[in-house]
């Protein structure tokens, strides 16, 4: 094959002349769910086997979506194959993040060694909590099951030491009355 005119030599040589634009295959919607109805259960089947029930279903979907999108499904010699790869690329990339949210969350686990479980309270200090507001919740939380102080807590959730004294504030006379008793 003979280099482009217009390259030097010593390059790769080009199959294509430069103005020559890549053609892309589009498949139609009736198109993608007649061959997603076709595949589905294999594929949910062999997705199982690599990443289990409870994401399967969701791997599956991303493999599709995307081997629709890159356009590279309708240009396939064989549509199943090329999604049974994509299947399996779509449960690594799903490996993959399941493993960095788990070091993550162990790393965060290992530098607060004296996180103690949720605290166990009587389904009535549960729904007084429940009609507090979330920051309400968060602070009376902070404060009282991980003894952080206001300084600690206010760099936690990026607010001001007075805003989470008046949270707090807020908070305890909100569940004075609902409570009654339980102080």
């Known amino acids: 094959m003979q280099p482009h005119p217009a390259e030097p030599t010593g390059t790769i040589p080009r199959s294509t002349p430069r103005n020559e634009t890549a053609k892309m295959t589009i498949i139609s919607s009736d198109e993608a769910e007649e061959m997603y109805r076709r595949h589905a259960d294999e594929l949910m089947r062999f997705a199982t086997s690599l990443v289990g029930p409870s994401d399967a279903a969701d791997t599956v979907s991303i493999a599709f979506l995307g081997a629709l999108g890159a356009g590279a499904l309708a240009r396939s010699e064989n549509p199943r194959a090329y999604l049974y790869r994509c299947v399996l690329n779509a449960a690594r990339s799903t490996a993959?993040?399941?493993?960095?949210?788990?070091?993550?969350?162990?790393?965060?686990?290992?530098?607060?060694?004296?996180?103690?479980?949720?605290?166990?309270?009587?389904?009535?200090?549960?729904?007084?909590?429940?009609?507090?507001?979330?920051?309400?919740?968060?602070?009376?939380?902070?404060?009282?099951?991980?003894?952080?102080?206001?300084?600690?807590?206010?760099?936690?959730?990026?607010?001001?030491?007075?805003?989470?004294?008046?949270?707090?504030?807020?908070?305890?006379?909100?569940?004075?009355?609902?409570?009654?008793?339980?102080?």
């Not at 309270?121 to 979330?134: F, H, M």
């Not at 959730?157 to 009355?177: E, F, M, N, S, Y």
């Open 96 to 183: 993959r993040s399941s493993d960095r949210r788990h070091r993550r969350e162990h790393a965060v686990a290992s530098n607060h060694p004296t996180t103690s479980p949720a605290p166990e309270a009587d389904p009535e200090v549960w729904s007084a909590l429940g009609r507090l507001s979330e920051r309400q919740r968060a602070v009376l939380y902070l404060t009282y099951w991980l003894d952080m102080d206001p300084a600690g807590i206010a760099d936690l959730l990026d607010i001001t030491p007075g805003a989470v004294k008046k949270h707090l504030d807020r908070g305890r006379r909100a569940l004075r009355p609902m409570l009654g008793g339980h102080q």
